[in-house]
């Protein structure tokens, strides 16, 4: 891994960042990619020199290829995009958030990986980070759960498609990430810790966990079309 150049988009915070910690610390190459420019740049402080950093909205996908070009050949891709759009009751959820959800999570998976791929190693990987919703039967998920889900059906058919480059992805659980900064501090922790109780390994998530997760499937030539569940088994109990 010391001399492999892993592009993280949506690198800046969460998941992306803490796996941009870890390979770092591996030996690798790393860049990270973000939309919001001060994020981004506060990222690549915390990561520290080593680190490059570029601009990029993965919703525009007229200039990805542009951008592609500026970083240049890498081997590794990681897609740590996320959405909180599509959540609701199947009954009253709007179908225009659900329609953002996909634009946000779906599309913006699809055409950034498709932008890469005149740059990526063709033995090397891409990671698509999907989640949970795909798996565990909960109400109220249908519009971010449909999302996950297809994001995680483009996993096996990539693999075999693009072959020999290896396509896998990660399924995050409940992970403490500011994904869930959307709701007041209060509240996130009472939902945590119902999260926590229901959980086998007792507690909620962390970005390292997850991080974990994808740099092994990077590190692992022999792993590909596999979706990683990284949830503490909360499927089983939700």
Not at 2 to 12: A, D, E, F, L, R
Not at 138 to 158: C, D, E, F
Not at 171 to 185: L, R
Request: charged share 15%.
């Amino acid at each position: 891994m010391s001399s492999q150049h892993t592009v993280i988009v949506g690198g800046s915070s969460g998941i992306g960042l803490a796996t941009a910690r870890h390979l770092l610390a591996s030996g690798a190459r790393v860049t990270i990619t973000g939309r919001d420019e001060t994020r981004l740049a506060e990222a690549r402080r915390q990561l520290g020199a080593e680190a490059q950093a570029v601009s990029m909205d993965a919703a525009a996908a007229d200039a990805l290829p542009a951008q592609f070009a500026q970083i240049g050949k890498f081997d590794h891709l990681v897609l740590a995009l996320g959405s909180g759009k599509g959540v609701g009751p199947f009954a009253t959820v709007s179908l225009a958030d659900v329609k953002l959800g996909f634009e946000e999570k779906v599309y913006a998976h699809f055409a950034t990986a498709q932008a890469a791929l005149p740059f990526l190693n063709p033995t090397g990987s891409i990671t698509f980070v999907s989640a949970v919703s795909a798996q565990a039967a909960v109400p109220g998920t249908a519009g971010i759960g449909a999302a996950n889900a297809a994001v995680a059906a483009l996993v096996p058919i990539l693999a075999r498609e693009l072959k020999p480059l290896r396509v896998n992805g990660v399924s995050p659980g409940v992970i403490d990430t500011p994904w869930w900064d959307a709701f007041p501090e209060e509240q996130k922790q009472t939902m945590f810790e119902d999260f926590a109780a229901r959980t086998p390994v007792g507690r909620v998530g962390r970005p390292e966990d997850v991080a974990q997760a994808i740099a092994f499937l990077i590190s692992d030539d022999f792993m590909t079309a596999q979706m990683l569940i990284c949830d503490g088994g909360l499927r089983l109990s939700v």
